[in-house]
């Protein structure tokens, strides 16, 4: 019975802080498109935790908003991804990958960030993403200056994303990513990654 209580009490906690719905209205929202600007084609990943995304855009909603106009506003059929990195605003840093795919090696290694959100857009050539789908093991322990941590898991337990330029990846941290693995052949990418703050 106590335990129950305490489960009932956490509940009604956490419903009462600022910002919560549930986890099948963050879907109906993320669905609904309220977060984007008018013109912006992409989506997130089918898969993107919605609860999260959500809370986040809540809680730092003018750097979101910051973000989606930029990717709207961008011709990436003609972006420079010389310019290596760039503050989009505070907030937010775009980097640029002109990397190609890899092999996937024979021990996954996944990474994890503490600080920021990923927002991953793969508009040129086509590479898959892993993500654990079981139990993971930490490999190097986090790095503070680099916002960084490894992990690995069993090879058959991986869920792959496939990128299309019709969609962006949003990793959270908790979020294991394993990006730039070949699709078929190893190819060319053109890449930028959003480094989006992280708000308690």
Known sequence: ?????????????????????????????VNSRMWAPEGLAVSPQDEVNADEFYLQYQKNKAVWDAVFAYMRDTDFN??????????????????TSTSSTREE??????????????????????ERIGVPTGETTLT?????????EFYTCQKREIFYYTTSPATFYLFFPGDLHMPTLKAGEIQPLRKVTFKIDYVE
């Open 1 to 29: 019975m106590l335990t129950a209580a305490l489960l009932l009490m956490t509940a009604l906690v956490t419903k009462a802080q600022p910002g919560y719905i549930s986890s099948g209205e963050a879907n109906g929202w």
């Open 78 to 95: 003609t972006f420079d991804l010389s310019v290596g990195q760039v503050e989009i605003v505070p907030g937010c840093i775009l980097k």
């Open 105 to 126: 090696a024979e021990t996954p290694r996944f990474e994890n960030h503490h600080r920021v959100i990923d927002l991953q857009y793969t508009f040129g050539g086509v």
């Open 140 to 148: 190097v322990p986090y790095d503070a200056a680099k916002d960084v």
